[in-house]
């Protein structure tokens, strides 16, 4: 299951005309905000409902003179985003248009490809400009209507494979359990009781074995720990955590896939990455990162939950309802 982003980016020096538009809004529409000081030009806003509404930007848009900038992922699978100048969409993209298995017309797929240069003002040389123009050029592994690199489509359907066990593994409740209490090593002394408890109650469902893990005094670490060792049962990682060659079922060069195995001991750490263009949340942060965007992947939801290690000036964020 993938991750879940959405925040809006409004280009201004100062935060507190914002801060009105948003107190507006949220009490006419009842939503919830985490609102962030200014940081490089940019003041980043985060909705509730995991920023997966784009009408939340629209009214945001509609109030403030300012660029706004809407920025989403759903489930790791698609990016998108909604630029608003004085008030009006100015620029949109949707990385696949037909993900929910609607119909999108031809017309349709080019209003949503995106503009690249409609961000020249907002980059300060050429080459970010390039990367700009390679992520919303770049094409999906599961859109049909694209031609893809062979190489490219084998690597991301083993990766769609690896998603899918995944996926299978947190939503058997028995399979957690039992992965848990035979790794025990990976739990906190809280929660290794906790576990038992769950085996001896035979839990049947993911909301409860989600309240399990919810319990552990460290759950970011715990998920952490929890995701490599499973795939290393499964025979995808190496015990130094970075991924087998063999199984791309590509043949691959050491040199030029920066790893390399002598005796067991990886001389040069770099793991192998997904395919460029096969995990959205990649795409949208290299995007955020070239626009000079902080905090962007990351969602209301994320913060309340206490995920803010990596949030740049987290301290002065302050939260509007």
Not at 10 to 16: E, P
Not at 53 to 70: F, G, N, P, T, W
Not at 144 to 166: G, H, L, W, Y
Not at 275 to 287: E, Q, R, T
């Amino acid at each position: 299951m993938g991750g879940f982003y959405g925040s809006i980016h409004v280009r201004a020096d100062s935060n507190q005309l914002i801060k009105v538009a948003l107190e507006k809004i949220a009490k006419k529409k009842r939503h919830k905000f985490y609102l962030s000081p200014p940081i490089n030009g940019w003041v980043g806003i985060f909705p509730d409902g995991y920023g997966q509404d784009e009408r939340v930007s629209k009214h945001i848009a509609k109030q403030l003179d300012y660029d706004v900038l809407h920025l989403m992922v759903h489930d790791d699978d698609i990016f998108c985003y909604w630029y608003y100048r004085n008030g009006t969409l100015f620029d949109v993209y949707n990385s696949r248009p037909d993900y929910f298995g609607n119909f999108v017309s031809r017309k349709k797929r080019e209003k949503l490809k995106g503009s690249p240069e409609v961000f020249k003002d907002l980059v300060d040389n050429q080459n970010k400009m390039d990367e700009i123009f390679k992520i919303l050029s770049a094409p999906s592994a599961f859109n049909k209507n694209v031609q893809v690199d062979p190489k490219f489509m084998e690597k991301a359907k083993r990766f769609e494979e690896i998603s899918k066990k995944i996926q299978k593994f947190f939503y058997d409740p028995n399979a957690i359990a039992k992965f848990l209490s035979e790794n025990p090593h990976l739990l906190d002394e809280k929660t290794k009781s906790l576990v038992q408890e769950a085996k001896n109650k035979c839990l049947k469902s993911p909301k409860e074995i989600k309240k399990l893990i919810t319990k552990s005094e460290n759950l970011r670490d715990l998920i952490g720990k929890i995701v490599p060792a499973f795939l290393k049962t499964q025979g995808f990682l190496n015990e130094t955590g970075t991924w087998k060659e063999d199984m791309f079922e590509i043949p691959l060069n050491p040199t030029d896939n920066k790893i390399k195995a002598k005796e067991d001991v990886i001389d040069k750490v770099e793991p192998l990455q997904p395919p460029p263009g096969l995990f959205a949340g990649d795409s949208m942060n290299k995007f955020a990162e070239l626009l000079g965007i902080p905090n962007a992947v990351t969602s209301y939801e994320y913060l309340a939950g206490g995920e803010t290690v990596n949030i740049l000036e987290w301290d002065r964020f302050v939260e509007v309802s």
